[in-house]
């Protein structure tokens, strides 16, 4: 197989995953489809140094992780993620309009307590719960031990549930400026 067919079906099987690791991390659609763009430019030139051409797809979540964070960085753009990321509401909640309520405020606290998860703890999250890509996956692909994931994503929990815990308190705390012994 020729490097131009060989990598044109490479293009062809991963571009969705590529792009969506991207989209996923930045939340932006066109600096996601210009990170899988050079991602897919970097594989053509590294094309000949990649050892194991076969496990390509570790390779390219690792390189548009990398490239992401780059982007990040340099653009000092915080992470977002849209607010319905985390749930789609199940046409069944509807005829609950109450159920319908409380899910949206959950899904916005967790909205906003990812929104305040460091960058690297974010992308382990996001890999691992929602792109469902195995901790051993996740682990060789950023070059990390597997143990350090697991400790990684539990640190992500803990902040997580810290923060939702936060919002929580300050929903049930009265208004600024009224101490609670007036």
Known sequence: M???????????EYQNLVY??????????QL??????????TLYFKYDTIRDQGSIKPWLIRT?????????R???????????YFAQLEDASLADPAKEIVDR???????LAMEKLPAELKTLVVLAYFLEIPLKEIAATLDLALG??????RRARLFLRKQLLQQELQALSPEQGVSQHE
């Not at 969506?20 to 659609?29: L, Q, R, Y």
């Not at 996601?32 to 430019?41: H, L, S, W």
């Not at 350090?148 to 994503?153: A, G, H, I, S």
């Open 64 to 72: 548009t992780v990398n490239r992401t964070m780059d982007f990040t």
């Open 20 to 29: 969506s690791v991207a989209v996923t991390i930045i939340k932006d659609a």
């Open 32 to 41: 996601a489809e210009d990170i899988m763009q050079e991602v897919f430019v």
């Open 2 to 12: 020729t490097d131009k067919i060989w990598l044109n079906k490479i293009y062809l």
């Open 105 to 111: 405020e959950q899904v916005q606290a967790l909205h």
């Open 74 to 84: 340099k653009l000092k753009r915080s992470v977002a993620l849209p607010d319905n």
């Open 148 to 153: 350090t994931v697991k400790t990684r994503l």
